[in-house]
């Protein structure tokens, strides 16, 4: 069983950090469900394990968390919504490379449903859409922005963080690091690509994907 908290107004990261600890302790002892947390966070900053701090351009400009899962610098702010994964990755299979996979395929499902073909690139993490509006890259191909972030840790096969979703927020707000350290795409949202899309139907569109994915 998996529950599903969706948490109103903003969740304080290191809120977020000590749920997380305790919630995954629990599934390990055997003592609580599964569980997917959707929320929103302050404007802040966070740090995977393989942050470069050449990537923190700005580091006055939002407070700078350690986050202490895996990749490098990521915006949070209102208006992106977060989902923390905290599953039973050993009863799925134990292959983190296919979790890692039916996250991403799990946001794509989600992008599906608003008609936004969301798509992988090797060596770049994440969810990228392409933009043909915009001028090209080097190599002729169309330009493609980010629209989702992903980012795991596993303690003892059970894992926490998880990944974002760009539904509205202030996309000025990720000049202050180079996200995820690929400094030659932009990100983009879901209302930047015109789309009319509460979080209250990416909410819908989360829970009705995961259970076909995950």
Known sequence: MVEWIISDGLTEYDQALTFMENRVAGIIGGTADECIWLLEHPPLYTAGTSANAADLID???F??????RGGEYTYHGPGQRVAYVMLDVGKRG???RQFVKDLENWVIATLETFNVKGEIREGRVGVWVQRPEKPPQPDGSPAEDKIAALGIRLRKWVSFHGLSINVEPDLGHFDGIVPCGISDHGVTSLVDLGLPVTMEDVDVALRHTFETIM
Not at 63 to 68: G, I, L, S, T
């Open 63 to 68: 407070p700078v968390h350690e986050a202490r």
């Open 59 to 61: 580091p006055n400009r």
């Open 94 to 96: 134990r292959d983190v």
